[in-house]
């Protein structure tokens, strides 16, 4: 189960002439490295999730993106774009001497995972997909699916502020913080490791990458897919999602169909955080996992 974890090191890494901060845990012969969702979260929250998986004798790896937690926060939105975060992911992989790595993306780091599996595919063991997609328009089809059941009324409302730009209005924050209680996390308390995250949130990177909020995709991710690209990734893939996710289990389902070797695993209770909603069903499922393809 999850809990605060001090680094055992902390590591300064040299991006683009800038400052990336990494941490990692345990000296296990095999690393797990992490990358969080976002874009502009510090790693918080996905690494007090997983950097117990020392327990089981591996080595864990996150990292603050660039322009997130103690990394350096450069405002030229022009750095915000998944190539150069691939580039970044390596740059820590080889600086670190990592090796072939366990890949585990949450979220917008699923989508940084894929597109570092189809760019860099040899220097995986395995790949863990939670709570992400691969198509991005089928993605937001499924949004606006979710947002149909908070009823049409709500819905008008919600594209009247999103036409006129007053999405700081407090009806449509409204709206937005009932679909993140029932699609991002559905504990009535949210963990710390979460709170810490997104109090610290950089909009910067979020805006330009994927939008205003986690309904409304406008940045330069939205036409983003790899779908057509998938069956290129040759390692073991677990891609895990919950019932209630906003990232919904529909694009599970369509990613585990055009990869070759993968599974899925939805967990009934669990929205985006399966890690945090359901820790007894999800860590045995991941350990599960690696544990068959570890050592190989």
Not at 111 to 128: C, D, F, Q, R
Not at 245 to 268: G, Q, Y
């Amino acid at each position: 189960m999850w809990r605060e974890i001090a680094a055992d090191e902390r590591h300064e890494i040299a991006v683009d002439g800038y400052k990336v901060v990494a941490y990692s845990f345990g000296k296990g012969p095999e690393t797990i490295l992490c990358l969080n969702g976002g874009p502009g979260l510090p790693c918080d929250y996905l690494r007090e999730a997983h950097s117990c998986l020392i327990d089981q004798g591996y080595r864990v790896v996150a990292f603050d993106q660039l322009g997130t937690g103690a990394s350096d926060r450069p405002t030229d939105a022009k750095l915000w774009n998944i190539t150069r975060y691939v580039a970044e992911v390596e740059t820590v992989r080889t600086a670190l001497n990592l090796g072939r790595v366990h890949l585990l993306g949450h979220s917008w780091g699923g989508w940084l995972s894929i597109e570092y599996a189809v760019t860099h595919p040899g220097n995986l063991k395995t790949l863990i997909l939670e709570d992400t997609n691969a198509d991005m328009p089928h993605l937001v089809s499924e949004l606006m699916r979710l947002r149909d059941a908070l009823g049409s009324e709500t819905v008008a409302m919600m594209q009247r502020h999103e036409a006129q730009g007053t999405l700081t209005h407090p009806e449509y924050q409204a709206a937005v913080t009932i679909l993140n209680y029932r699609h991002v996390c559905r504990l009535q308390e949210w963990p710390a490791p979460v709170k810490r995250s997104l109090d610290d949130w950089n909009m910067g990177p979020y805006v330009t990458m994927q939008g205003p909020n986690e309904f409304l995709y406008t940045g330069n991710l939205k036409d983003w897919n790899r779908v057509p690209d998938l069956h290129r990734i040759p390692c073991p893939v677990l891609i895990t999602t919950g019932q209630h996710d906003e990232l919904t289990p529909a694009c599970s389902m369509r990613m585990k169909l055009h990869l070759k070797n993968a599974e899925l695993h939805v967990f009934p209770n669990s929205s985006h955080m399966p890690f945090y909603e359901e820790p007894h069903a999800y860590y045995p499922v991941l350990s599960s996992f690696l544990k068959r393809h570890s050592g190989k």
